[in-house]
């Protein structure tokens, strides 16, 4: 439980990027067409370089070494390929809908760039809802329990999202209120499928973690990636992709609890 509590600022710190960039560059793009999130980028990259070297420095203690094998012998083990994937398809559909939403916007009411961008970060509320109520819950129920309130919750925000698909309602309130349930089940989860994912060798703790975000990236890549492809459908392939999000975190949360590592 403490871990899992501890883990919930790091987990804020890793949603802000997709939450803060979308916004940030829709406004830059109003003000200074496409080169400009890139020329800030640029500059941004430079000024985070030179603060780490100024800043950060080596961990204290002994170098240690880690066998070249070490990444294979974690993705061996059945459980951890579960709370990788887990984490994975939880984050899966809040990422979905932030790249998606711009599109459903698209079609539901021609706005300037940075509108289509702002007005999806209000899932973000729900989110830091989560965060903060995760480490006062979690230190009473147990990550296991928020692990099982998130994933179930994944599943009930996909299928909020296809009955607004389905009603084929044309105000955006509805799609951010479906979106705010996965938001939610994303903040109660994550910080808990982590902690638990590098406890289960703490030796090699920086790998898990290394992995885990890695495929949180390639798998929330994929779902975004998959609803710009369907761009002229793009509300009813946003509403599949939370939907079938939901349906493998209940799945994997299944195959946990089958292999003992709840």
Sequence with gaps: GAASAASAP????????????????GVLTDWGGWPAPFAFLAVLGVLAMAFTAVRVNDVA???????????????????FRAYALFAAFTRGGLSGFIGGAPYILREKR??????????????ARATSAGFLLHPRIG????PAALMKLGAWLTLAGGLA?????????????PWFGAAMITALAHALAIPGALARVMALQPGLAGTASGIVGFTQLIIAAAWVQGIGFFAHGAAWALALALLLAGMLSVALLARLAALRAL
């Design 10 to 25: 790091s987990a804020i710190a890793a949603l802000l990027a997709p939450l803060v960039a979308p916004s940030s560059g």
């Design 110 to 123: 021609p706005l300037p760039a940075s509108h289509y961008v702002l007005r999806p970060t209000r899932p």
């Design 161 to 173: 999202m296809v009955a607004v698909t389905a009603a084929d309602l044309r105000h955006p309130l």
């Design 139 to 142: 230190r009473r129920a147990g």
């Design 61 to 79: 203690g002994p170098a240690r070494t880690v066998p070249p094998g070490a990444a294979l012998g974690l993705l061996r083990d059945p459980r």
